[in-house]
């Protein structure tokens, strides 16, 4: 199922009892493509779970639209929306045992014994949890109460979707297991679906698309990839990718850029207006070291090892930068080295306004 939202916004009465009220959602609009993971991400606080629980129906919109396919459903109640939900805390009923807690929505429902033994068997194989239908919550692991959880959500067929921060309360190896696990059932159940996270990485390993909030404001609504590829914004740039994007601020001349506390213009391909204040900004895997040409001089710091190649602390004037290099590259500490950059991963943003180039 397709999913519009067209100028969705939700005001609250601040809580601080200063009786403003806080914009959670700002006149969003996108459209969610039928069968696709989405990730909603933002730093905390942003308006992900606004969003989500004004498409499952628990929040009233203060405007806007929300289409299920071509139906408004902005008014209509969260049991008419067919919507399956997940939380970070499970929430399953600690006295019913798996089975029992899988089968609930159906029996809501008044689906006859025999068939909702049937469906929830069929959904507890399909998030591999079959073997443990007679356990109750607590003899489970939190990975195994999470799948309880997302088949509970997934039983009813639902037409979408809504995951918030589902992986928050597990460890970190968990973590990562589970949301390779949530793309598979997700692929094999099809349903389109909405993953509410903080986290950049978790978001860029599971989704199709991810929309990045700031502020109740929409940042960008691009392919996971795309998005990485071509931010749209600084703040874009800056929340997307581990090791973060080198920022390097300066002035911009026709014939490179005066990074502020370096000598030396920093060759740049992107045009700006002569004078401008801007920040370059360029992901680590975009250093190249040991450049002949376009080279700029930079004292190493320190190095890190990463496996199969370095990371690479170093400075340009007074900036503090990020690169990759092989492991035979040969520098240490205080090293002198040329660097370039390369221009796939290099981006140019205007200082004040964040917007690119
Ligand atoms: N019921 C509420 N009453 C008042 N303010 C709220 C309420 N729910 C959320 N907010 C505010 O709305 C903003 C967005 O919150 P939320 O959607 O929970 O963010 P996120 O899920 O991205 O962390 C925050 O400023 C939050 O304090
Ligand atoms: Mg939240």
């Given amino acids: 199922m397709k999913v519009t939202i067209k100028d969705l916004t939700k005001k609250f009465a601040s809580r601080d009892k200063t009786g403003e009220m ?7 609009s996108a459209e969610f493509e039928s069968g696709k993971l989405i990730a909603l991400l933002g730093p905390s606080g942003c308006g992900k779970s606004t969003m989500l629980n004004m498409l499952s129906g628990i929040l009233p919109v203060t405007s806007g639209k929300i289409y299920f396919d071509d139906v408004d459903v902005t008014d209509l109640s969260p049991d008419k929306r067919e919507v399956g939900l997940v939380f970070q805390n499970y929430a399953l009923y600690p006295h019913m045992t798996v089975l029992e807690n899988i089968c609930f929505p159906l029996k809501i429902k008044k689906v006859p014994k025999a068939e909702r033994i049937e469906k929830a ?3 507890a194989k399909m998030v591999h949890i079959e073997d443990y239908l007679k356990r109750l919550p607590k003899e489970l692991s939190g990975g195994q109460q999470q799948r309880v959880a997302i088949a509970r959500a997934l039983v ?4 979408l979707l809504l995951l918030d921060e589902p992986l928050s309360n597990l460890d970190a190896k968990l973590r990562v297991e589970m949301r390779e696990e949530i793309r598979r059932i997700q692929r094999e159940s099809g349903v389109t679906t909405v993953f509410v996270t903080h986290d950049q990485e978790e978001a860029t390993s599971i989704s199709d698309y991810i929309l990045l909030m700031k502020l109740g404001v929409m940042q960008q609504f691009s392919a996971t990839r795309e998005i990485y590829n071509n931010p749209g914004n600084l703040f874009v740039a800056d929340f997307i990718g581990n090791p973060t994007i080198n920022q390097i601020h300066g002035t ?5 850029i005066k990074a502020d506390g370096c000598d030396e213009l920093i060759p740049c391909a992107i045009k700006a207006n002569e004078g401008d204040r801007v920040v370059f900004a360029v992901r680590p895997e975009a250093v190249i070291f040991e450049n002949e040409k376009n080279t700029v001089n930079a004292t190493v710091n320190d190095l890190y090892s990463s496996g199969k190649d370095w ?5 340009i004037g007074d900036t503090d930068l990020r ?5 035979d590259f040969n520098v240490s500490e205080g090293s002198k080295i040329k660097v370039g950059f390369k221009e796939k ?3 140019l943003f205007n200082e004040a306004t964040g917007e690119r180039y």
Avoid at 156 to 159: I, L, R, T, V
Avoid at 252 to 256: K, L, N
Wanted: with cysteine.
């Fill in 22 to 28: 806080v914009t959670a959602v700002d006149t969003l």
């Fill in 121 to 123: 068997v069929e959904i």
């Fill in 156 to 159: 009813k067929k639902p037409k």
């Fill in 252 to 256: 911009y001349t026709a014939d490179g």
């Fill in 311 to 315: 990371l690479v602390n170093f400075m």
């Fill in 323 to 327: 690169g990759y290099c092989d492991a």
């Fill in 345 to 347: 991963g290099a981006f």
